[in-house]
């Protein structure tokens, strides 16, 4: 597989490490040019000591306690990756954090001062309990100590300090349960004292966690920089200079131990680039070994398949349908691979769009594959494309065109025989559309001529799916791609950013339809709304409307759904509302005497697809159920939405989970359940989805609030980041930059076998690339 964005994304950068197959050269300590390839991690220094460089063991940097520390809070093993743990943000001496910033669950640095000190006996075991409540000024915390009173000597009134912990709820009041602190010595926190700690007037405050607190952090890299050897640049210095760029020494040393917040800046401006760079590289090199692969080009016909079903649309096209519909029939008539996101609001009509595409190419002789997230969403997609295609579709079928081609489903869950016919109407190239899941890239599944592949992408689907499929179209081409999307996940929004991915979208809804409105109804302040949500259900159902209400757990199960309690003898956070206690409690309370049904994932896939269809068919007026209501159902007939627990989802999920309403006649309604406060980072994200309808924003939304480095890498697994300081949402100029320098270098030098330094940035990607690939399998 090629190395490329959009397959499993962008691992970390890292230099220092000679590309495989390269052997490492030492040159002797001669100063080469910055584009010679010398890497010497342990270089001796003038005393015979070792240095310490790239790749240097952390334990033997900072001794085994230390190292093992690190490696079992961020998995670091060298002190270069020490050095890619950057700090967060700088805090100023003196300065305060917000308190009411802080967000449950999440472990917080929190420079505060102490404000005062409690000590109780401890009812239920012998010992004491000490609390220290710390402010910012405006607003307080408490710090929990367990039988550790001699605490009260240090922590007096007045004082400020590091505290650091996980944040947790106890009696609606935010806590940190037995946190690490450090307290500022009278110097550091006289304005113009001596900074005995740290070295810098700045305080970096790093991505910290329990055991490994942000100032040991910041002392460990204090230590891996005093005795540091230095690493070579993989910039070209004319790189370097053009762009006006620090070394890559420079910035390592400022961005941890800056002196102001402009040396900040300057070295994340040069780190910016490093993983813009490193991207837009190995995203140059796959299109240049693409570009060996041609698409086949299929030029429009007037006399083909797609004319005659245009003839036939019982429906006039809106503007933005023809229009994206222009540019697709543009692209596909080029041997260069169309790479295209149609981004449109749901029931804006992305499905006559990818369907007149298909018809192109089907009208040159290939065939068109489309992927859906789920067998559900798989059956219904060949359903209306069946539907739309009317008598085109069912070749060889009584009643059909003889221009007619074939819609085949190739899923998972086919019996045998029916999956042999499949199999063989994608190979004999009998079927023009193969509709399916992932188990259309199954080994086994091949076809005639695969010309395009349509991703409708919901929420969840596999980029490396979408990918692994373009490969099964053999070695020497390399078919069209249209991804279909209303909010496109953040990898997708990615690779746009990245330049990769064309980007169409559909403005408006055909026939008027109106969108969804949405409202949060926040029960801790007003706990009478939600009374009020159930009766508007009881209202919607009179209407002979029917409606979703989704939950983030099913229930009744140990572990997941029951007691969800955090660490700590004191602290408590409410586990999220179950599909199955709360079909309950509305059966016997405020939705007593209506049909409810439920779903969820736990169900055999026979009785959830008999609760859908009951649901379909009007037979159950409230479905209570996870998110597997998110991707491939439509009922026109369901007009409300109540989301439990609704902080618990990702901004994406709730615009696609809303996206489920609304979709006949009848205006659509979203309620957002949630206990979190007004101003809270939950609360305003939920505020944000409610504002608007508009999927991109939506989406650029989502990528700010998640830590962007996330957002390439094995997303939100907790691995490594790979985008450390490149934010996607500002730094698009800088981004588009690299990318033009990016195709110039490989231009010229496709293996960029003259800059050593910038093929180590690539190989390193594609290492970690295979790596994960592997992990998968
Ligand atoms: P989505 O963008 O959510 O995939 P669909 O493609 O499923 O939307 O379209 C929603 C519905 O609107 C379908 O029933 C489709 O046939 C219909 N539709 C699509 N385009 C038009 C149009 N231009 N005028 C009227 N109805 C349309
Ligand atoms: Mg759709």
Redesign the pocket.
């Known amino acids: 597989m090629t190395p490329s964005l959009s397959t499993t994304g962008v691992p970390a950068v890292r230099w220092g490490t000679p590309p495989p197959g390269r052997e490492a050269v030492d040159n002797g300590g001669a100063e080469g040019s910055p584009d010679v390839d010398e890497q010497r991690p342990h270089r001796r220094g003038a005393t015979g000591e070792a240095m310490t460089g790239w790749d240097s063991e952390l334990d033997r940097v900072l001794g085994a306690k230390t190292a093992k520390a690190l490696n079992g809070a961020f998995g670091m093993t060298t002190a270069g990756d020490l050095l890619r743990h950057y700090p967060r943000r700088y805090a100023e001496r003196g300065e305060l954090t917000p308190i009411g910033g802080l967000e449950i669950g999440e472990h917080a640095t929190v420079l505060a001062r102490v404000e005062r000190v409690s000590k109780r006996k401890m009812r239920s075991r012998k010992g004491t309990i000490l609390q220290a409540r710390i402010t910012d000024g405006t607003r307080s915390m408490s710090c929990t100590f367990f039988n550790q009173a001699w605490r009260e000597r240090e922590l007096l009134p007045g004082r400020r300090g590091m505290f650091a912990g996980k944040v947790t709820a106890y009696r609606s009041e935010l806590q940190l349960a037995h946190p690490e602190y450090q307290l500022f010595t009278e110097e550091d926190s006289d304005e113009q004292g001596a900074a005995r700690e740290f070295a810098s007037a700045l305080i970096p405050v790093y991505p910290a966690s329990q055991g490994v607190p942000s100032w040991s952090l910041a002392r460990c890299v204090d230590q891996v920089l005093s005795g540091w050897d230095g690493v070579v640049d993989p910039l070209p210095e004319s790189l370097r200079e053009r762009i006006g760029v620090l070394g890559l020494d420079a910035a390592l040393r400022r961005i941890h131990q800056p002196e102001d917040l402009a040396q900040v800046e300057q070295a994340k401006y040069r780190l910016k680039w490093d993983e813009a760079l490193g991207v837009q590289l190995s995203l140059a090199q796959s299109r240049e070994q693409r570009g060996a692969r041609p698409a086949p080009a299929c030029p429009p016909r007037q006399d083909g398949l797609a004319a005659a079903f245009e003839a036939e649309l019982?429906?006039?096209?809106?503007a933005g349908?023809l229009e994206v519909g222009e540019r697709i029939a543009e692209d596909l008539a080029h041997e260069h691979p169309m790479n295209r996101l149609v981004q449109?609001?749901?029931?804006?009509?992305?499905?006559?769009?990818?369907l007149r595409a298909m018809l192109q190419v089907i009208d040159s002789g290939r065939q068109a594959a489309m992927l859906a997230p789920t067998e559900v969403l798989a059956a219904q997609h060949a359903r209306?494309l069946r539907?739309?295609l009317g008598e085109f579709s069912g070749a060889g079928e009584l009643g059909a065109s003889d221009r007619a081609t074939k819609v085949t489903l190739l899923t998972g869950s086919l019996s045998a025989a029916q999956r042999k016919q499949a199999l063989l109407d994608a190979a004999s190239g009998s079927a023009g559309i193969v509709v399916g899941t992932h188990a259309l890239i199954q080994d086994g599944v091949s076809f005639a001529d695969l010309g395009m592949v349509v991703v409708?992408e919901q929420h969840r689907f596999g980029v490396e799916q979408r990918d692994a499929l373009r490969v099964r179209a053999g070695e020497r081409s390399c078919p069209h791609l249209l991804v279909?999307t209303?909010t496109p996940i953040p990898r997708t929004v990615a690779m746009t950013v990245f330049g990769d991915l064309r980007t169409s979208a559909?403005r408006e809804l055909?026939?008027g339809?109106s969108p969804i409105g949405t409202t949060v109804v926040p029960t801790a302040e007003k706990p009478s709304w939600l009374e009020r949500a159930w009766q508007r259900v009881r209202e919607e159902v009179e209407a002979g409307h029917q409606i979703y209400v989704v939950c983030s757990r099913v229930g009744d199960e140990s572990g997941s759904g029951a007691r969800e309690t955090t660490s700590g003898e004191d602290a408590e956070q409410r586990s999220p509302v179950t599909v199955l206690e709360l079909a309950e409690e509305l059966g016997a309370g405020p939705l007593e005497g209506l049909r409810l049904g439920v779903l969820h994932g736990r169900l055999a896939s026979e009785d959830k697809d008999s609760v859908m269809r009951s649901f379909a068919a009007g037979e159950i007026d409230v479905l209570v159920a996870t998110t597997v209501v998110e991707v491939g159902v439509?009922v026109p007939n369901a007009t409300m939405m109540v989301i439990m627990d609704a902080d618990r989802f990702g901004t994406s999920q709730l615009h696609q989970l809303r996206?489920r309403v609304g979709?006949g006649a009848s205006p659509g309604l979203c309620l957002l359940v949630s206990e979190a406060v007004s101003q809270t980072p939950a609360r305003n994200r939920l505020e944000a989805v409610a504002s608007t309808t508009d999927g991109f924003e939506l989406a650029r939304l989502d990528l700010q609030q998640r830590r962007e480095g996330d957002v390439l890498g094995a997303a939100q697994s907790g691995k490594k980041s790979t985008l450390r300081v490149l934010s996607l949402v500002h730094d698009e100029e800088l981004i588009a930059e690299a990318r033009a320098e990016a195709e110039e270098f490989v231009r010229q030098d496709p293996e960029l076998s003259s800059h050593p330094g910038l093929a180590a940035m690539v190989a390193e990607l594609v290492a970690e690339e295979r790596a994960e690939f592997l992990e998968k399998a």
């Open positions: 019982p429906f006039t096209l809106t349908q449109g609001e749901v029931g804006s009509g992305k499905t006559v769009v990818a209306s539907e739309l409708d279909m209303a559909l055909p026939n339809r439509d996206g979709r």
